[in-house]
């Protein structure tokens, strides 16, 4: 009978001491972001701000990017070779080890010209390489912005309309692209919800030498609040040999508001 009992105080008192490690132990949501794209050369931010911990004594963050070894829960870091990485980022709790990963393609040239907007004609004002559009719209303003808040560097550029019937655009043109895969990808940014349609998008228009269609021109959709965040997009898509001439159009359509644009590439895939 007593070596029952025993047996019942003992098992209650590792029900409690499980019940109590159970509740004191922090909830952690350790969130890396997102698989994402770059170019060999260009800075990127890995942020683990989106993690979520619970009450703890202490708190510790690294990333483990290609064999090194960088503290912080945000940090800056440029890739120097092509190829596919994965990214490790460790959040310790109270000295337990949580950990999240993530991809990223890091290809050898951006296609696109000043993709960062980096450089300005001093005459005109307008990012090298880049084109405004505007077709049939009232009310546009082209924007070039020189702010802390851009996402890489510190240009970028956007597009605002107040009074819409058609489009605005910053475009840019490639010729004779090989044949084979690419990827359009980038950054953008709404700090406001755009009015009307959903029409924030990069419009792809793929044609021949005598200017004729080789596909349906295609729009890549992007979300319409990003709630003044910058937000990562990337699309594939595909040259085949009959293309000459192919448009890229980053647009606001058919809506009323403002968006902007940073970090812009167009790369070929393996």
Not at 1 to 11: E, F, G, V
Not at 219 to 231: A, N
Request: hydrophobic share 40%; net charge negative; charged share 25%.
């Amino acid at each position: 009978m007593k070596r029952a009992l025993h047996l019942l105080i003992l098992w209650m008192l590792v029900l409690v001491f499980v019940g109590c490690t159970l509740v004191s132990r922090p909830q952690v949501k350790v969130d890396a972001g997102h698989d994402f794209s770059t170019i060999v050369g260009r800075e990127v931010l890995f942020d683990g701000t989106k993690s979520v911990v619970g009450q703890a004594k202490s708190l510790k963050y690294h990333w483990e990017i290609n064999g090194e070894t960088l503290v912080g829960q945000q940090v800056s870091y440029v890739f120097t070779e092509p190829g596919e990485y994965q990214v490790q980022f460790v959040l310790t709790v109270d000295g337990v080890e949580f950990t999240d990963k993530i991809r990223v393609f890091v290809a050898d040239t951006n296609l696109l010209n000043n993709g960062d907007f980096s450089q300005i004609n001093p005459d005109t004002g307008i990012p090298v390489g880049w084109e405004p559009q505007a077709f049939s719209t009232e009310g546009e303003a082209f924007v070039v912005r020189d702010a802390d808040d851009a996402y890489i560097g510190r240009n970028y550029v956007g597009i605002t309309v107040t009074k819409t019937q058609d489009r605005a655009q910053w475009s840019q043109r490639k010729d004779n692209l090989e044949p084979g895969m690419y990827r359009v990808a980038g950054r953008y940014r709404i700090d406001t919800p755009i009015a009307q349609q959903n029409r924030v998008h990069v419009r792809l228009l793929r044609v021949t030498k005598e200017w004729e269609k080789i596909f349906p021109d295609t729009y890549f959709y992007l979300q319409q609040d990003t709630g003044g965040e910058w937000f990562y997009f990337e699309q594939d898509f595909e040259i085949t040999e009959e293309v000459e001439v192919t448009f890229l159009e980053f647009q606001l359509f058919h809506a009323i508001g403002t968006v902007y644009y940073d970090d812009l590439m167009l790369m070929k895939l393996p």
